[in-house]
């Protein structure tokens, strides 16, 4: 007999017995023997035996299981924030599928529709950059099940969500940039049709009005990937009077920037600062360190966690939004003390 896919009948016919009696032996039902209980664990575990989950799901209505879906599984704020997530999924004794949308609008809708066949108990989700069709998220909450966004959340759809405190981190950032005597700041902003990006950008400007400073269009611009800084950061460093800092939407294109500003020659941070968004590992890493809003990728999973599981156990009371606080983390790419 193949080993693979197998199930309680299997067992029961090889012990010559009922497939009730191995269902009730396998959860130690006090009816059944001591004898037979042991004999079937003994076999279950011999032929290495699994409950089908959505089997289980289907008799109990609960699979026990969420599905998470994350835009990028390489992004260093999102494995942090899988860390989380799966802190709290597995001491709730759940069980977790992950998908990525690679940041493709076509993958997120199958990633759902992929989930949805897996019988979950309620979806965790970041909104991919292409996205602007959210009808397959709310195919979601129309089938009453729990959906939870966090960091990027669809603000069309009326559900729980997580997120950092985008406008005011981006704020300190940008204070901390004017109080180092810092004046003609280039934001590297994310595209606009994502709430988080059009945050960091109102953080920017309400910091740059408040030191009574307008921006011009050109010091906006949509840069927030390594192939986009090197194509924009040299031409933005041949103006006159040119960029003194740089505040980017994320560490990645910080972290790029600084290197094409010490590529060109300049000093970071006497001639040229710059900061990003994220906190990740590279900001350690770059040479001075980069100065970085922390997005607490692990509390924010936990949090998001805790909320879904919470709403799928307890599907009552107003839907919730979290704001994490941000904290500004400064190194060396912005100060020289």
């Not at 980017?248 to 600062?273: C, F, W, Y």
């Amino acid at each position: 007999m193949s080993r693979e896919n197998i199930t309680i009948k299997d067992i029961a016919r090889e012990l010559g017995i009922s497939p009730s009696t191995v269902s009730r032996a396998l959860k130690d039902h006090p009816d059944i023997s001591q004898a037979t209980r042991d004999a079937v664990n003994e076999l279950a575990e011999r032929w290495n035996y699994r409950p089908n989950p959505i089997a289980l799901s289907l008799k109990s209505g609960s699979s026990k299981t969420i599905g998470v879906i994350i835009p990028d599984v390489v992004h260093y704020f999102f494995s942090t924030v899988i860390s989380g997530i799966e802190d709290v999924v597995y001491r709730r004794d759940y069980n977790m599928i992950l998908c990525q949308s690679n940041e493709m609008w076509e993958h997120e809708v199958k990633n759902i529709k992929t989930l949805l066949s897996s019988r979950v108990d309620g979806i965790l989700a970041s909104v991919a950059k292409t996205t602007t069709d959210f009808r397959h998220y709310r195919s979601i909450t129309e089938k009453d099940i729990p959906l939870v966004f966090f960091d990027r959340a669809a603000e069309e759809i009326d559900t729980d969500s997580v997120v950092i405190d985008d406008e005011t981190g981006s704020y300190k950032a940008v204070i901390h940039l004017l109080r180092t005597g810092k004046k003609r700041i280039v934001h590297l902003a994310g595209p606009p049709r994502l709430a988080i990006a059009r945050n960091r950008l109102n953080g920017y400007l309400k910091a740059m009005k408040e030191y009574r400073l307008t921006p011009q269009d050109e010091d906006i611009v949509k840069c927030d990937d390594i192939q986009s800084a090197e194509r924009i950061i040299p031409a933005l460093l041949t103006r006159t009077p040119r960029p003194d800092a740089f505040f980017a939407v994320n560490d990645l294109t910080a972290a790029q920037t600084l290197m094409i500003v010490k590529r060109h020659g300049l000093r970071i941070p006497e001639d040229i600062s710059v900061v990003g968004f994220t906190n990740s590992q590279i900001a350690t890493l770059t040479d001075p360190g980069l100065t970085s809003v922390d997005q607490k990728g692990f509390e924010m999973g936990q949090l998001a966690a805790r909320l879904l599981i919470d709403r799928i156990e307890n599907r009552r009371g107003p839907v919730q939004k979290k704001i994490i606080t941000s904290e500004l983390v400064i190194r060396g790419s912005s100060s020289t003390r």
